[in-house]
């Protein structure tokens, strides 16, 4: 008997179990209906529908960067070594591709590094893996509409508790402990009526790269994301870190170019990030393109560069995962120090924030870092922001800019913020 879970996804039977020494992971068909997957290609959205699904958490043991691999592996999409070319729609398997979401907690568990602070929806799984194939979509009737309200949202630390661990991470900067740590405050709605609606509104917000949605059984993300935080075509690897803020206009973008402690701080993540490339790239290959360019988001003026290199021989996607999660610009320099403290720091857990979301076949991989990111599960919407601390910050500063960075997607999800076209 079918069963349809919240927000209309059709849940069926389970279908697959893995193991690989772990609690038993299940996968099983999903909604049968159109998706818009961040970095997913456009070009067969109304001909995709989903074959199969990877859940995990890390109370289940193991490691999902393996468990993803094998998964993938074992329903058509080889990524076991991703310097060879792009096979499109996979030589007429009929798979077309899939989703992939990696937590950020999920990550430092792939760093060897702490996550002890609570999730404030532990609904949300920290690995998902959905593989889709071309065929007519089942969509489900839609329910009856109901009225969307978003309630007040109430924040998990103070402003003044902000700028309390803003000045510890400079403390820990003054001890020699890190050079820079990315700080993330959380905040919560209550909401009722269906989610989906709101959380798909953030991909048409201008510059988000990674504009989409992913649902689950009593859960959904929606990102915003401009961010890449990996991606791979035919052996190059590229990353796009993004640091530094202002807002968007005239004076703040010249105010942005010209903030010695803006640049710093971008530096030094790029250097985090070649040193992150290079350990899964050819020896000699890795590159930095248009140093310090500045992009719009929304409302606001952001920097970004390009980091590039060429794919070690044999470069399969677990280690890539490896190597490049959790993204070196929302956890800092150097990374594992930062991710310590970001454990004793942070009140709770990052959710659906600061981890990798998009897509991938054999030969490509696109994800981008999950900044700019809303959650939903049965009761609450929750959404996720911060910044980089170095020496020169100012805490007040900081607590501005986390703000500025939250106030479009909340404005968004609440149905009266402004959507364009994309960037």
């Given at each position: 008997?079918?069963?349809?879970?919240?927000?209309?996804?059709?849940?069926?039977?389970?279908?697959?179990?893995?193991?690989?020494?772990?609690?038993?992971?299940?996968?099983?068909?999903?909604?049968?209906?159109?998706?818009?997957?961040?970095?997913?290609?456009?070009?067969?959205?109304?001909?995709?529908?989903?074959?199969?699904?990877?859940?995990w958490h890390r109370r289940d043991g193991g490691d999902p960067a393996a468990l993803?691999?094998?998964?993938?592996?074992?329903?058509?999409?080889?990524?076991?070594?991703?310097?060879?070319?792009?096979?499109?729609?996979?030589?007429?398997?009929?798979?077309?591709?899939?989703?992939?979401?990696?937590?950020?907690?999920?990550?430092?568990?792939?760093?060897?590094?702490?996550?002890?602070?609570?999730?404030?929806?532990?609904?949300?799984?920290?690995?998902?893996?959905?593989?889709?194939?071309?065929?007519?979509?089942?969509?489900?009737?839609?329910?009856?509409?109901?009225?969307?309200?978003?309630?007040?949202?109430?924040?998990?630390?103070?402003?003044?508790?902000?700028?309390?661990?803003?000045?510890?991470?400079?403390?820990?900067?003054?001890?020699?402990?890190?050079?820079?740590?990315?700080?993330?405050?959380?905040?919560?709605?209550?909401?009722?009526?269906?989610?989906?609606?709101?959380?798909?509104?953030?991909?048409?917000?201008?510059?988000?790269?990674?504009?989409?949605?992913?649902?689950?059984?009593?859960?959904?993300?929606?990102?915003?994301?401009?961010?890449?935080?990996?991606?791979?075509?035919?052996?190059?690897?590229?990353?796009?870190?993004?640091?530094?803020?202002?807002?968007?206009?005239?004076?703040?973008?010249?105010?942005?170019?010209?903030?010695?402690?803006?640049?710093?701080?971008?530096?030094?993540?790029?250097?985090?990030?070649?040193?992150?490339?290079?350990?899964?790239?050819?020896?000699?290959?890795?590159?930095?393109?248009?140093?310090?360019?500045?992009r719009r988001w929304c409302d606001l003026w952001q920097a970004e560069s390009t980091?590039?290199?060429?794919?070690?021989?044999?470069?399969?996607?677990?280690?890539?995962?490896?190597?490049?999660?959790?993204?070196?610009?929302?956890?800092?320099?150097?990374?594992?120090?930062?991710?310590?403290?970001?454990?004793?720091?942070?009140?709770?857990?990052?959710?659906?924030?600061?981890?990798?979301?998009?897509?991938?076949?054999?030969?490509?991989?696109?994800?981008?870092?999950?900044?700019?990111?809303?959650?939903?599960?049965?009761?609450?919407?929750?959404?996720?922001?911060?910044?980089?601390?170095?020496?020169?910050?100012?805490?007040?500063?900081?607590?501005?800019?986390?703000?500025?960075?939250?106030?479009?997607?909340?404005?968004?999800?609440?149905?009266?913020?402004?959507?364009?076209?994309?960037?």
């Amino acid at each position: 008997m079918r069963k349809v879970g919240p927000y209309g996804v059709e849940t069926l039977p389970q279908v697959y179990t893995a193991g690989s020494g772990a609690a038993a992971l299940t996968a099983y068909p999903g909604p049968a209906a159109s998706v818009d997957v961040p970095a997913a290609p456009t070009a067969c959205r109304d001909s995709r529908t989903e074959r199969a699904r990877l859940q995990w958490h890390r109370r289940d043991g193991g490691d999902p960067a393996a468990l993803a691999e094998e998964f993938l592996a074992a329903h058509g999409l080889p990524l076991h070594d991703l310097t060879r070319p792009a096979r499109p729609h996979h030589q007429g398997s009929g798979v077309c591709g899939a989703a992939l979401y990696l937590s950020a907690a999920a990550g430092a568990h792939l760093a060897g590094a702490p996550t002890t602070a609570g999730e404030p929806a532990p609904t949300l799984p920290d690995l998902t893996v959905v593989v889709y194939h071309h065929g007519p979509t089942r969509p489900t009737p839609p329910a009856a509409p109901t009225p969307w309200w978003l309630g007040p949202w109430t924040d998990s630390w103070t402003p003044r508790e902000h700028a309390d661990a803003v000045d510890a991470v400079r403390a820990a900067i003054a001890r020699g402990d890190v050079y820079q740590t990315n700080l993330v405050g959380h905040a919560a709605a209550r909401y009722t009526g269906d989610p989906l609606p709101a959380l798909s509104r953030l991909g048409a917000l201008p510059g988000a790269r990674y504009g989409g949605v992913l649902t689950g059984d009593g859960w959904a993300i929606g990102c915003a994301s401009p961010e890449t935080l990996i991606e791979v075509t035919d052996g190059q690897l590229i990353t796009r870190p993004i640091k530094g803020t202002r807002p968007a206009t005239a004076a703040g973008r010249a105010e942005l170019l010209a903030s010695a402690k803006e640049r710093a701080e971008h530096i030094m993540i790029v250097d985090l990030e070649r040193n992150d490339l290079a350990r899964i790239a050819r020896t000699g290959t890795v590159t930095v393109d248009d140093l310090f360019a500045v992009r719009r988001w929304c409302d606001l003026w952001q920097a970004e560069s390009t980091v590039r290199a060429a794919a070690a021989d044999g470069l399969g996607l677990a280690d890539l995962l490896r190597a490049t999660c959790p993204g070196g610009s929302v956890t800092g320099a150097p990374k594992h120090a930062a991710l310590t403290q970001i454990t004793a720091l942070e009140p709770v857990g990052r959710g659906a924030s600061m981890g990798a979301l998009g897509w991938v076949t054999p030969g490509h991989v696109d994800l981008g870092l999950t900044i700019r990111t809303a959650a939903a599960d049965a009761d609450l919407l929750h959404t996720w922001a911060g910044g980089g601390i170095t020496w020169d910050s100012d805490a007040h500063a900081e607590v501005a800019e986390a703000a500025a960075k939250t106030a479009p997607i909340r404005a968004t999800l609440a149905g009266h913020g402004r959507t364009h076209d994309r960037r």
